[in-house]
């Protein structure tokens, strides 16, 4: 085998190889796979299609000509288009033909639309060659072969012209109705008022109407039965009285005469003309009075022919027809009605309200009320004076004792006395107030209740007394202990001890919510204060510290043999050749790839194999042995009985080639 420098345009280090077949006669050039032997010394790279100005540089390897590129493999060049063929194949650069049924639309030589041919697509366009979809609103007519809208409405009267568009027939017009829908309504050009168009031109009255002069095309007119008086007919059977009339006590039909300034008493006779009744006179030409025999008295009025009425606010005296007498809505207590709602008061009386007359005295009563002239009524628990007929003496019926009454059942005490209640006796009065003990009597001293003393440095207050004192507590009452916060008592009466909630798990509670660790133990969190755990003064590997210095492995690992501190994983079935124990119960492979045997530069390939392995071994150390003592650090300044797992590591093979794949280079490190 030859080597020749290949082609100037190489992107790389190329050779062409010439296999020789040498022979003790001659040399023949046999040219390589790939290539093709078109001149007599020289073999060629062969392509599949480089396309117009396309060169074949490598086996299956173009380099296209303007205009062209290899889109789907690097062996065959085809033409390209700036812009993308609608429905079109591009067959030279910047070219488009159309597919099958479809041609080019008037404004791209790029868009080719299908054709529909002989289908009529007016209101539609062609999705397909040969097939016609109609535009919205309207719908194909097989029948007719065409696009004919759509109306939603439906009206026998009209031609649907446009989508929802309708067009009246003659004698005709569009009206839409109260749910919004279109419809042709018949026209009637007398508007056909009082009935209802029923046809062009023709009319149907309502009930109780008939044509104008009998003519089917004129308006409608009302009909009354019986004939109206004195008016005309403005409704079926509803008259509307002429000028100076008015219906005759609700009459629809009758209308009598009508006086507009009135005529009262009296009855209209003709338009603004009255006449009175009998027993009236007139006094004015609108107005009868009544006239009364014998005449009305005071505060009454003639009414009526010999009728006579009080006036407002009076009534008749004691049956009398001519005489009246005022009215008061409310009695007059101790009073008279003197007009009407008004009051006067009898002697030795006064007002009080509109209504209400009170007795009056000349001096006032002192704890009475006065009942009637000069005259006192005693309040409750009290009794006339002796010695004043106007001054009312409260009642005690307790003896006051050492004071007086000066009010009903309430005594005045005498100074060094006081009332434990105000109807109660006048008792002997400490000046402060006796706390568990009582006042004795006259001597204003406190003596202290049975199991209290008397507190130092005062002398009304006595405190209870505990034996043996209260612990970490107070006395609340005579040998009754009440325990400080944060403190819970004992079988013992007398002593409270801390409490700690949640309960020290390790530890002991020295004060309240404050645990004391035993020996061996610390708090870890300072979330957890009441939480003590073991301290172990190495660190658990795939173990946890339970009890102090003494590690115990995690479930499905055993310790390392000649370790109590750093246990591995466990596998109770011996893995394969090839695989490792990488967790409890779990096998895992080692991949490895095959290497050639001879290396790219000459090196044997256990060569390259020992310094790829050496170099890739200090290349993932370096990082690990960094990260480690990083860690390390970290987690010395952290919870020391936190678990660690370690578990075995896989690592990647480097490969010694150049044509590995990039995720074959990727070092992989087991966490």
Same mark, same amino acid.
């Given at each position: ?75 065959? !060049?085809?033409?390209? =288009?700036?812009?993308? $063929?609608? #429905? *079109?194949? /591009?067959? &030279? @650069?910047?070219? %488009?033909? +159309? ?120 308006? !409608?007119?009302?009909? =009354?039965?019986?004939? $109206?008086? #004195? *008016?005309? /007919?403005? &409704? @079926?059977?509803? %008259?509307? +009285? ?133 005259? /006192? ?295």
């Amino acid at each position: 085998m030859r080597k020749y420098h290949g082609p100037s345009n190489c992107t790389s280090d190329c050779f062409v190889v010439r296999p020789i077949s040498e022979t003790y006669m001659s040399i023949d050039i046999v040219c390589c796979e790939g290539y093709e032997r078109k001149d007599k010394n020289e073999c060629l790279p062969k392509c599949h299609d480089c396309g117009p100005g396309g060169k074949c540089i490598l086996p299956e390897v173009c380099i296209c000509g303007q205009g062209y590129k290899s889109q789907k493999n690097r062996s065959v !060049c085809l033409p390209e =288009c700036s812009e993308h $063929c609608i #429905n *079109g194949n /591009c067959t &030279a @650069p910047d070219v %488009c033909q +159309c597919l099958e049924g479809f041609r080019f639309r008037n404004d791209s030589q790029s868009v080719c639309e299908p054709i529909c041919g002989a289908t009529d697509c007016t209101n539609g366009h062609c999705v397909t060659p040969q097939q016609c979809v109609c535009n919205s609103g309207y719908q194909r007519n097989e029948t007719l072969g065409k696009c004919v809208p759509v109306c939603v409405d439906k009206t026998e009267h009209g031609d649907c012209v446009a989508p929802n568009e309708i067009r009246c027939h003659a004698g005709y017009e569009l009206h839409w109705n109260y749910h919004q829908h279109q419809r042709c309504d018949p026209v009637c050009s007398s508007g056909c008022r009082n009935g209802l168009c029923m046809q062009p031109e023709q009319c149907v009255c309502n009930v109780g109407y008939v044509h104008v002069d009998r003519r089917i095309s004129a308006g !409608c007119e009302p009909v =009354c039965q019986p004939a $109206c008086v #004195n *008016g005309s /007919c403005a &409704a @079926p059977n509803h %008259c509307r +009285c002429h000028d100076g009339h008015v219906p005759l006590n609700g009459s629809h039909h009758v209308c009598t005469p009508s006086c507009r300034q009135g005529c009262e008493n009296g009855f209209c006779n003709a338009p603004g003309r009255c006449e009175c009744h009998k027993g009236y006179m007139k006094l004015s030409p609108h107005q009868c009075s009544p006239v009364c025999q014998p005449a009305c008295g005071t505060n009454a009025r003639c009414s009526a022919p010999d009728t006579c009425t009080c006036q407002e606010g009076y009534i008749r005296v004691n049956g009398s027809d001519t005489h009246c007498e005022p009215f008061c809505s409310k009695r007059c207590y101790n009073g008279i009605c003197s007009s009407p709602d008004v009051c006067s008061c009898l002697a030795g009386y006064e007002a009080l309200t509109s209504s209400y007359c009170v007795p009056k005295c000349n001096r006032s009563c002192i704890y009475g009320s006065c009942v009637g002239p000069n005259l /006192c009524r005693c309040f409750n628990g009290h009794r006339p004076s002796a010695n004043d007929p106007f001054v009312c003496e409260p009642i005690c019926s307790m003896n006051c004792g050492f004071g007086r009454c000066i009010a009903p059942e309430i005594c005045q005490c005498e100074p060094g006395f006081a009332n434990r209640w105000p109807s109660g006796t006048c008792e002997p009065h400490c000046a402060q107030k006796c706390i568990n003990s009582r006042c004795e009597g006259g001597t204003g001293r406190c003596r202290c209740y049975e199991g209290y003393q008397l507190r130092a440095g005062s002398n009304s207050i006595c405190d209870p007394v505990c034996s043996p004192s209260c612990r970490n507590g107070t006395c609340v009452e005579p040998n009754s202990c009440e325990c400080w916060p944060g403190y819970e008592d004992t079988k013992e009466g007398y002593m409270c001890i801390p409490s700690c909630r949640p309960a020290c798990e390790n530890g002991r509670c020295t004060a309240p919510g404050q645990c004391e660790c035993s020996a061996g133990y610390e708090v870890t969190n300072s979330s957890e204060p009441q939480l003590c755990r073991a301290q172990c003064k190495k660190r658990c590997i795939n173990a946890e510290c339970l009890r102090p210095d003494e590690c115990t492995c995690l479930f499905g690992y055993r310790f390392i043999e000649g370790s109590t501190t750093e246990c591995a994983p466990y596998c109770s079935q011996p893995c394969d050749k090839d695989s490792i124990c990488v967790a409890p119960e779990i096998c895992e492979q080692q991949t490895y790839h095959v290497l050639s045997t001879v290396g790219a530069s000459g090196f044997s390939s256990w060569t390259q194999l020992v310094l790829t392995v050496l170099l890739c071994v200090v290349l993932i150390m370096l990082p690990v042995l960094l990260t480690r003592m990083f860690l390390q650090r970290r987690r010395a300044q952290k919870d020391k009985q936190q678990v660690h797992l370690i578990e075995n590591p896989s690592y990647g093979v480097c490969m010694a080639h150049d044509e590995l794949l990039p995720s074959d280079r990727e070092d992989g490190l087991g966490d």
